[in-house]
């Protein structure tokens, strides 16, 4: 479910994506991502916000 949400979430939005992977799964800080992707902190947070909601609406979906 986690991998077809991650997917779905590519496809809508592919820097928040990428937040999601470099931040949960490769363990970085958000003001490293931050530095790494040339966005402001703010902006980035606001993707993770975007992100663990989209993921988690397509995780209930994909089980109900």
């Known amino acids: ?26 363990g ?10 040339n966005l402001n902190e703010r902006t980035l947070k606001r993707d993770w916000q975007a992100a663990r909601a989209l993921l988690a609406a397509e995780m209930r979906a994909g089980g109900a």
């Open 28 to 37: 970085m800080s958000f003001p490293a991502i931050a530095q790494l992707e």
């Open 1 to 26: 479910a986690l991998d077809r949400a991650l997917t779905t979430l590519e496809q809508i939005d592919a820097r928040a994506a990428r937040v999601v992977h470099l931040h949960f799964f490769a």
